[in-house]
């Protein structure tokens, strides 16, 4: 009996992926109903890392899925489970072989169940590489990271006009990479900034921090601040072409794995509510300490945002995410983006600020009006009104004054400050009171 095809594609995208020389081999032997398998699986080492792996093979019955098929997954599955180790799914297939019926629909039913199952235990990772349709889709949506190759197709129905690079727009992907090289890239630096599992810490990723040339001010932009305190090496960023008015990065500060939630001083609308709860979700399941750059200066007016059932879902993230959690107010956190971002109900850990920003429980118009309505009408000037409470009342140090903020620096203190307060709760454990989940 011949071993399996070591020149397939499934087999050379796996061997591409893991390590040279790492590479195990699972069921090299096992043959489906009408001939060899359409799927490749193994084990082996990715940057290091110990992950389970596998491989659609789209160059047989164009990677149709069958039982065996769903057999050598689930094996795949069942020992990472058992490990704790991660799992890197490739896919390639056109769908279900239709000749095996109601039997391969069970089988893939079992599948979407154990991945569920790991789901926030194991770190699950897609990487779409070609076709990815109906029931592949769903299973490769489950991981806790999907990356597309652009020329890639992923939807549910076919026949279907939606690209991986709509899909990307729309946030349903994660990473979009122009090739398979570079979603093979960003799985790698993946491997390394994620724990084995939710019981084990990240590994320490080696770092050469080199001073940016400007240090953070108060007008420095959120990447600004982003580059600044992030360690250079090792950057992966989420739903990169989805609500722009947020970023959602996994990168390391002294070569510990953290994430950071960075809002851009733009009103809080429901896509990027959406998109920073999916990111809080993944960094609390496996207990990476979160950042979240609170500047934002209220919320999307108009009920087609969405905003209510959106910011409902992303505070119930953080106030029940038991992560290390730092909010930082660089600019202005003002009406329910305080409350939501960087206010004590977001359950942060510590509350810092730039001793410039803002911090108001109401936006800052309208705390004016309620407060120097009397002024107003006399005839004072709005601005000077405006500037005048964000100088008193809505200054950080009147909120660290009642124990809102925690502590208050000059902007160029950042990576310094946040480097102390995660080394401060680095080793934080909470426990929450058990449920099967969240009501909302």
Known sequence: MNLSNKENIAYKRLAALFDDGSFTELDAYAKSVDGEVEVVSGFGYVNGAECYAFAQNSEINSGAVSVAHCA???????????????????????????????????????????????????????????????????????????????????????????????SANDGTVDILADSFDEAVNEVRKLAVLLPSNNLESAPFVSFDFTVPSVLPNATSTVDDVINSVLDSDVKVEFKNNYASNVSTVLSTIEGKTVGVVAFNGNKLCAKCAYKAEAFVKLCDAFNIPLITVADSNGVEKGIESQALVALTKLSSAYASATCPKISLITSEAVGASYIVLAGKGANADFTLAWDNAVASPLEVDAAVAFLYNDRLAKGEDRATLEKEYKDTIGSVYSAAACGAVDDVFEPEKTREKLIEYLNVIAGKRETTIPRKHSVK
Do not use: H
Request: proline share 3%.
């Open 72 to 166: 050598k997954i689930s094996k795949v599955y069942s020992l990472a489970t058992k490990t704790g180790c991660p799992v890197i799914g490739i896919y390639d297939s056109n769908g279900v072989k239709l000749t095996e019926g109601f039997e391969v629909l069970n089988a893939y039913g079992e599948l979407l169940k154990a991945s569920t199952k790991v789901s926030g235990v194991i770190p699950q990772i897609s990487v779409i590489a070609g076709s990815c349709l109906g029931t592949s889709a769903l299973m490769a949506n489950m991981a806790d990271a999907v990356i597309a190759v652009k020329d890639s197709d992923f939807y549910v129905t076919a026949p279907s006009d939606i690209t991986a690079e709509k």
